[in-house]
């Protein structure tokens, strides 16, 4: 008999994963009730972000940031710079698919990608330079990206684990001024960058990239 009701419970489980990771399953409605971590029409908007971001916002393109784990305020203030063409967020493909969305939607979003749990991208890591960076990290960034870059506090995004590739392209925004960050961590970037030039970012983004 517990040999039986562990089989079923199975046979459900798989049917959820396959129909969640199927983003346009014609059964979608009863998949996204019986999701957890959101109401479910939070879930049925966030799968139109799962062809890029993942199912539930952990991306496993290089490019695309996973968005898991996003604390609200930084979801919700992501998307509106995204709203805004002078939001000073660089954004090839995004500034276009914010605009689709109204603020009770993207405070729906924010709620559901908030309690999907950020996993680290699996990615290749030099300890080497992940070993620089740490110091560099410590030094320079740890202040507002506490705990190695794993916490998202005020704002700041989880860094430790997000995709190397995405976060070379946000360093880069932010060191041109393509995209806006606080005054204090441009100068920090700036000075570091001045004084160990580009390998310094490169051990910055080994060191992101360890954390798994
Ligand atoms: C066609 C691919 C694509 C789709 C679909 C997509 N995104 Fe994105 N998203 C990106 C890319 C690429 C970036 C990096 C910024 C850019 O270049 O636009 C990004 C960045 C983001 C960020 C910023 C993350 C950070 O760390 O600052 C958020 C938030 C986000 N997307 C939310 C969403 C939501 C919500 C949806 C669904 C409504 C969605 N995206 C759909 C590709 C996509
Ligand atoms: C004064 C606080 C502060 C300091 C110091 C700081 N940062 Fe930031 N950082 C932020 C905030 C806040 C954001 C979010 C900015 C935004 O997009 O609105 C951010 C964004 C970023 C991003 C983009 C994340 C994403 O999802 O696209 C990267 C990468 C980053 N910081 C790296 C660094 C590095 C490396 C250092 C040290 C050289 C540093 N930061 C120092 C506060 C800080």
Redesign the pocket.
């Known amino acids: 008999m517990r040999h039986k009701i562990s089989l079923s419970t199975m046979i459900v489980a798989i049917g959820l994963t396959f129909s969640t990771s199927v983003a346009m399953a014609a059964d979608e409605e009863k998949a996204a009730a019986s999701t957890t971590g959101g109401d479910a029409r939070a879930t049925m908007?966030?799968y139109?972000?799962a062809?890029?971001?993942g199912t539930n916002g952990v991306s496993t393109g290089p490019?695309?940031?996973t968005?898991a784990g996003?604390a609200e305020d930084t979801?919700t203030d992501?998307?509106n710079a995204f709203k805004d063409d002078e939001g000073g967020k660089n954004?090839?493909?995004?500034?276009r698919?914010a605009k689709g969305?109204s603020d009770e939607d993207i405070a729906a979003?924010a709620g559901f990608f908030s309690k999907q749990k950020f996993v680290a991208a699996k990615q290749e890591a030099d300890a080497t330079k992940a070993a620089a960076g740490k110091k560099i990290h410590e030094k320079s960034c740890e202040k507002c990206h506490e705990e190695g870059g794993s916490q998202d506090v005020d704002g700041s995004?989880i860094l430790a684990g997000q995709w190397k590739p995405?976060l070379q392209y946000s360093l880069k925004d932010a060191l041109s001024g393509d995209r806006t960050v606080p005054k204090k961590m441009a100068k920090k970037l700036k000075s570091v960058h001045e004084s160990k030039g580009d390998d310094a970012i490169a051990e910055l983004l080994e060191y992101y990239a360890s954390q798994q």
């Not at 954004?91 to 500034?95: D, F, H, S």
């Open positions: 908007l966030s139109t972000c062809g890029c971001h490019a695309i940031p968005i996003m979801f992501a998307m954004a090839t493909i995004m500034g698919i969305y979003m995004g995405y």
